[in-house]
């Protein structure tokens, strides 16, 4: 099993920590994420995995770290599009981003990302004032990243069904408990959240969200095949969330247990997953 030639990774980082540190990463328990990932590093393990293009997500909430990622894109033709920082609850969102866009490589900015998990209020994505900065990113024709864990889902679907004119990524599948029996509250909030068109899903992230070890693809296909049947494959797209994924999985092993996860389906069904659905969505250049 393998990706197939011109596969769009649609989720991974990259960070020098000398530059833009990265406090969320814990030396004793994520030993194997606390070094600095490159560009180079990118294009050793994509090259083995047969990906071409790759979208490049925020790991910092500053936008300082978006104005660098977005030069890395401008010099690094791997990179296709770059999905970066903001504070949407400011009120000049789209000041921000019109700065965001004069900076070298501005053109590849695809989406914008809040860290909404890190909000401890369910509620946070009903608040006027981050509605108000969330229609401004898609005003700009900005895609917007659902960076929520599953008490936050019912919140997101809310924000979906009333801001149609903004596309809506959510990454990892909202996080679900996997490698469990409780699914339940998560797929029907999930099932909720795919009902508006506006909406697609990553599936990324998926392998440190298992509380066991070692994880098996049996631990995943759950939540792989309900998030098949709520968004179907041309709302779906790959994501290897490298190199945090690191801290359970190599990316081969992630790209090959999806492809495993994903045989049953037609041709077209696993192309839009591999490919289309990220070009589609996030309209990098290749698109």
């Not at 406090?23 to 990906?51: E, Q, Y």
């Not at 960076?147 to 979906?160: D, S, T």
């Not at 801001?163 to 490698?179: Q, T």
């Not at 792989?224 to 790959?238: K, S």
Request: hydrophobic residues 45%.
């Amino acid at each position: 099993m393998s990706a197939p030639p011109g596969t769009v990774d649609a989720h991974h980082h990259l960070w020098v920590r000398a530059r833009h540190p990265q406090p969320w990463i814990d030396p004793a328990t994520m030993a194997a994420i606390d070094a600095d990932f490159t560009p180079d590093d990118l294009a050793r393990v994509t090259r083995a995995a047969g990906v071409t293009e790759t979208v490049l997500v925020q790991a910092n909430s500053t936008e300082a770290e978006t104005v660098d990622l977005l030069g890395i894109a401008a010099d690094h033709p791997l990179v296709r599009g770059v999905v970066g920082w903001l504070d949407v609850t400011t009120p000049d969102v789209a000041d921000r981003l019109a700065r965001l866009r004069a900076a070298r490589g501005g053109h590849l900015l695809v989406g914008v990302r809040y860290s909404v998990q890190d909000e401890p209020d369910p509620g946070f994505l009903d608040r006027a004032d981050v509605r108000r900065g969330i229609t401004a990113v898609g005003a700009a024709g900005l895609a917007f990243d659902l960076l929520v864990r599953q008490h936050h889902l019912g919140a997101a679907g809310r924000l979906a069904r009333d801001l149609p004119e903004v596309r809506f990524v959510l990454d990892h599948l909202g996080k679900p408990a996997l490698g469990g029996t409780d699914l339940d509250d998560w797929a029907r909030d999930l099932r909720a959240l795919a009902a508006p068109a506006n909406t697609t899903a990553k599936l990324s992230g998926l392998v440190t969200e298992v509380h066991r070890a070692p994880w098996t693809p049996q631990d995943l296909r759950p939540a792989v095949e309900h998030a098949l049947d709520a968004f179907g494959p041309d709302r779906l797209m790959f994501g290897s969330d490298w190199p945090v994924c690191l801290l359970a999985s190599t990316y081969d092993r992630w790209v090959d247990t999806l492809a495993e996860l994903l045989d049953p389906l037609g041709d077209d069904e696993r192309a839009a997953i591999w490919r289309h659905t990220a070009r589609r969505v996030y309209r990098p250049e290749s698109s």
